[in-house]
């Protein structure tokens, strides 16, 4: 096995058969992100066999556990939280091995390695606990919790709709029926280069007409973000799926596919239709499209644990997390960094929590502040 590490600016391959597929580290999708959203700390780690062939790849980058200990991560960004390293399959035991020997570096066995948003029972995240096992290395996890996926049932694409509450189908139904008496009613799922980049400025446009636009969260507020998702969509294999009355978007969401994977990437709504559940209906169409194609497995939604949306609707679930591989023998370090990560966890909602009290007792004594001036007027 061979070790090395691209420097930034440099666009790595990736392995031909992988264990398990991640569309964020697919050649172009990965190329956009280390164009537009890496530092200059982020680099690729790749392991070629004897033969020549590239066994495994992921992009690593220093960090601290517990925001402490000096470790090792793969490289995921915020707008990708699927860190899968791409492993192959017919060598998985010596890629999971070289791939910790290649952040490990110059310090074998001594380093802390972090794996976040990995799903935890699948074959990768096997692979890589053997592999400690055989070192002698303790092996954590942190932050786990359960996505909402789509996993493929037979040949049948819908059956996942089996799975919805009868009501709730009976429901979604009359809304979509209520939506056609405005109008015409399309559905749109598009892949074409040309009609893809038409598609995703409408889709920013959607995106920042609503919340997100009001937060300054929205893409096309966000340069770097932006830039991303415009050379990701036009790169990557993507489908914009648009739900459109009229031709006007009411909803639109951006799935990336690669291999045997999809992720459900982003999606956005006008606020205007809420009341006929739009991001809900372009999920069930993008799922019924999605699994239309027999190569696909698995969609992932992305999703925060407990979505509102999605939970509802996709009936299966994945094991995601941080898994953490330290020292050979653990050490003092690795215990100290764990436990601060842990505290970390358990305060983060806390703070979230109290954020968003803040802000809503600001927003209300804006409101009450501006009624007081408007009262005080000569016109009021």
Request: avoid cysteine.
């Amino acid at each position: 096995m061979r070790i090395s590490e691209t420097t930034p600016g440099e666009h790595p391959a990736q392995p031909t058969h992988t264990a398990e597929d991640n569309p964020f580290f697919s050649v172009e999708i990965l190329k956009a992100a280390l164009d537009q959203l890496a530092d200059a700390k982020v680099t690729t780690a790749r392991v070629t066999a004897t033969d020549g062939r590239l066994v495994a790849l992921a992009p690593i980058r220093p960090t601290r556990l517990g925001r402490l200990v000096p470790a090792i991560s793969i490289w995921v960004h915020s707008l990708g939280p699927l860190g899968t390293p791409l492993l192959d399959t017919a060598t998985l035991e010596k890629a999971a091995a070289g791939l910790i020997a290649a952040m490990d570096g110059e310090r074998p066995a001594r380093r802390i390695l972090e794996f976040p948003y990995l799903p935890l029972e699948g074959h990768v995240a096997n692979a890589l606990r053997r592999q400690a096992a055989r070192e002698q290395r303790p092996v954590a996890v942190l932050a786990a919790h359960q996505r909402a996926v789509l996993n493929r049932a037979g040949q049948d694409g819908n059956r996942f709709l089996d799975a919805i509450a009868p009501k709730k189908r009976k429901e979604l139904g009359r809304q979509l029926r209520r939506l056609h008496d405005l109008g015409a009613v399309t559905i749109e799922h598009v892949t074409e280069p040309a009609p893809l980049a038409a598609a995703l400025e409408d889709f920013f446009a959607l995106e920042a007409s609503g919340w997100k636009g009001k937060r300054g969260t929205a893409l096309t507020l966000r340069p770097r973000e932006k830039a991303f998702a415009k050379a990701a969509v036009a790169s990557g294999d993507t489908t914009i799926h648009a739900l459109r009355l009229d031709g006007r978007a009411v909803a639109m969401l951006v799935s990336f596919q690669s291999g045997a994977g999809a992720v459900t990437w982003k999606i956005a709504y006008d606020e205007a239709y809420a009341r006929f559940s739009p991001g809900v209906q372009i999920m069930l169409e993008a799922s019924t499209a999605l699994l239309a194609d027999p190569t696909l497995e698995r969609i992932d939604s992305l999703a925060i644990a407990g979505h509102p949306m999605i939970d509802p609707l996709w009936p299966d679930r994945m094991s995601v997390g941080t898994l953490v591989i330290g020292p050979k023998g653990g050490g003092i370090g690795y215990e100290a960094g764990l436990s601060l990560a842990r505290l970390e966890l358990v305060l983060r909602p806390i703070a979230r929590r109290f954020v968003r009290s803040v802000r809503k007792k600001a927003e209300v004594l804006k409101s009450r502040l501006r009624q007081s001036a408007s009262a005080a007027s000569p016109e009021g």
